[in-house]
């Protein structure tokens, strides 16, 4: 089993939709978890931030973490043309951990 | 630069040769990463700098990779005798204390 599992998709919905990505993972240790953008023929850019369970919203996006049931959730709201793009999840343990966890990503198209 | 920098783009090289990818942190920026993002696959971890400490080298595939950086900014990744297998978007990231990662556009190998 993987340490970070992630649907790789594509997922495709139309304009204004709402959508839900999701990643599991194994190992109780990771605290840190991320959500980071990618366009095509481009690095990842990091999009969301948050430490142990919880929600976080950032504009039209909302990251949740479940610990207890290892499972991480990014929300798009309104989502928009330009949110077309490889979302990847990754994660890390404690503070003194400096090596991030990546899951494959999600390609999603949000169709005009 | 305002970003990460890396170089070249785009790499096409024969099988046997060997390749140098650079890049170019932010200015300040502590540690330094490559990560690995083949077609379908997540990010996967190379090496890792941090400041003058010794390199954590334990994702490197095989002994015909290497990474040095130099005066703790530029690092290179030299990939001896190329397989095709090596193929892949070749990434670098540099973060600071906040332990965000900002990532450069990548170098793209294609070993013929």
């Known amino acids: 089993q993987k340490e970070v599992e992630q649907d790789p998709g594509p997922l495709s919905v139309p304009e204004g939709a709402i959508v839900s990505l999701n990643c599991t993972y194994s190992?109780?240790?990771?605290?840190?978890f991320m959500w980071y953008r990618q366009y095509s023929r481009k690095g990842p850019e990091l999009l969301m931030y948050?430490?142990?369970?919880g929600n976080k919203e950032d504009g039209r996006f909302t990251a949740q973490v479940d610990k207890s049931s290892k499972y991480i959730s990014l929300f798009i709201r309104d989502s928009q043309p330009s949110d077309s793009a490889t979302y990847l999840c990754?994660?890390?343990?404690?503070?003194?951990?400096?090596?991030?966890?990546f899951g494959k990503g999600t390609k999603l198209s949000v169709i005009p | 630069g305002a970003g990460v920098s890396q170089s070249p783009s785009n790499k096409v090289t024969e099988k046997g040769k060997d390749v140098e990818l650079r890049c170019d942190p932010i200015?300040?920026?502590?540690?330094l990463y490559w990560y690995r993002q083949s077609l379908g696959q997540g990010l996967e971890f190379l090496i890792y700098?941090?400041?003058?400490?010794?390199?954590?080298k334990s994702g490197l595939p095989s002994d015909r990779f290497s990474a040095e950086r130099t005066g703790g900014s530029v690092s290179t990744l030299t990939i001896q005798r190329t397989q095709q297998e090596d193929s892949a978007v070749y990434l670098c990231?540099?973060?600071?204390?906040?332990?965000?990662?900002?990532f450069g556009e990548g170098s793209r190998l294609t070993v013929l």
């Open positions: 990231a540099s973060s600071s204390s906040t332990g965000e990662l900002f």
């Open positions: 190992n109780s240790a990771f605290q840190y």
């Open positions: 948050t430490y142990s369970s």
């Open positions: 990754a994660m890390r343990k404690g503070a003194g951990s400096y090596q991030l966890t």
């Open positions: 200015s300040g920026h502590t540690a």
């Open positions: 700098f941090q400041g003058n400490s010794a390199p954590d």
